[in-house]
């Protein structure tokens, strides 16, 4: 990686907002620890237009800033990128009502890392995509299938209760 004094200020930018703001760079498991800060953001943002609308800034900023980071950092789909991670972590808790089981959280947690590293077709092909699509477009599949998954969940507890 270039020195951070040598590159330009969209280069900063793009690296900050990417690693979300340092997360990136914690030594282990990092897309992990972007998730935690995902579901963070889902437990403080109760209102659903006001988390959808989180949630779509945030999908769209990764598209944005990714491509850019991964020339920075010099590396196909840099671990430290992790604005990915956190955008999947947040598609899975769309359309959540306000009252829910507890436990949807943990389980939406689980549900999107283990989706997000088996890759499930089409993640597995949008993954080898250059630029942004490769590195953001996996995690929107893993993020779509945990959400389809969870409120499948959910409707079937609703009919069954």
Known sequence: MAKLKNLTLLDKVSVAVTTLF???YTPLCPGTAACVVGVGVFLLVRN?????VVT???VIISFIFSSRAEKVFGEKDCKKIVIDDFSGQLITFLFF?????????P??????????MLKIPPADKIET????????GDDIVAGLYSLAILQLVRLLLNIIS
């Open 129 to 136: 995509y250059h630029g942004a699509k490769g590195i953001v």
């Open 107 to 116: 389980a939406g947690f689980f549900l999107f890392r283990m989706l997000d």
């Open 97 to 105: 009502p306000k009252e829910f089981d507890i436990l949807f959280i």
């Open 22 to 24: 340092g997360v990136g």
């Open 48 to 52: 659903q237009i006001a988390f959808t």
């Open 56 to 58: 779509v800034i945030s």
